[in-house]
T-cell receptor
Framework: AQSVTQLGSHVSVSEGALVLLRCNYS??????LFWYVQYPNQGLQLLLK??????LVKGINGFEAEFKKSETSFHLTKPSAHMSDAAEYFC????????????FGTGTQLKVEL | EPEVTQTPSHQVTQMGQEVILRCVPI?????FYWYRQILGQKVEFLVS????????KSEIFDDQFSVERPDGSNFTLKIRSTKLEDSAMYFC?????????????FGPGTRLTVT
């Protein structure tokens, strides 16, 4: 079975500062990894995904994440935070041949301060 | 841009009543999903549906739950006899084929409140 751990349920950064949201996964087979963002009272929007190929993936709104197999990590970064980035971020994993269900982490609430 | 829609946005029901949550997936998608998020908790998988049958379901998806694709556009989740603990946000999602390589697109959710 696969699982996801997100370290830090709340992260606060200053506008313009680096954003780093941590995600570690557990999977017995090669995983597919995703980051979703949820704005208040809205659904989940895909930020980026890793399936195969290049381990550094770029997504929308300037976010990127790097798949590190040796560290079983898929941390989300953005060089410069913007006020509009304030939201909840979920890391998720699915596995090849696993029925495609997404297993989510507990989420990280990102706060951006002036 | 195509999107997944869900109705109603908020449903209040009494314990023991049946509810049907409705979803219209993206039109050319083939895989459909339901997830739920209890307030303050993580998003949990309920069920996936392909080719008019359930392809996978979680332990949460017991006999009180059922899914159906009654026509070519709608995908529904029925809870036969609601319990207080069914109060949650329910998200529908859909994806293309092969689904493992295609992201799941989520709807805005239906907030179910059981009183």
């Amino acid at each position: 079975a696969q699982s996801v751990t997100q370290l830090g349920s709340h992260v606060s950064v200053s506008e313009g500062a680096l954003v780093l949201l941590r995600c570690n996964y557990s999977s017995s087979v090669p995983p597919y990894l995703f980051w979703y963002v949820q704005y208040p009272n809205q659904g989940l929007q895909l930020l980026l995904k890793y399936t195969t190929g290049a381990t550094l993936v770029k997504g929308i709104n300037g976010f990127e994440a790097e798949f590190k197999k040796s560290e079983t990590s898929f941390h989300l970064t953005k060089p410069s935070a913007h006020m509009s980035d304030a939201a909840e971020y979920f890391c998720a994993v699915s596995i090849t041949g696993g029925g495609n269900k997404l297993t989510f982490g507990t989420g990280t609430q990102l706060k951006v301060e002036l | 841009e195509p999107e997944v829609t869900q109705t109603p946005s908020h449903q209040v029901t009494q314990m023991g009543q049946e509810v049907i949550l409705r979803c219209v997936p993206i039109s050319n998608h083939l895989y459909f999903y339901w997830y739920r998020q209890i307030l303050g908790q993580k998003v949990e998988f309920l069920v996936s549906f392909y080719n008019n049958e359930i392809s996978e379901k979680s332990e949460i998806f017991d006999d009180q739950f059922s899914v159906e694709r009654p026509d070519g556009s709608n995908f529904t989740l029925k809870i036969r006899s609601t319990k207080l603990e069914d109060s949650a946000m329910y998200f529908c999602a859909s994806s293309g084929f092969p689904p493992a390589n295609y992201e799941q697109y989520f709807g805005p959710g239906t907030r179910l409140t059981v009183t």
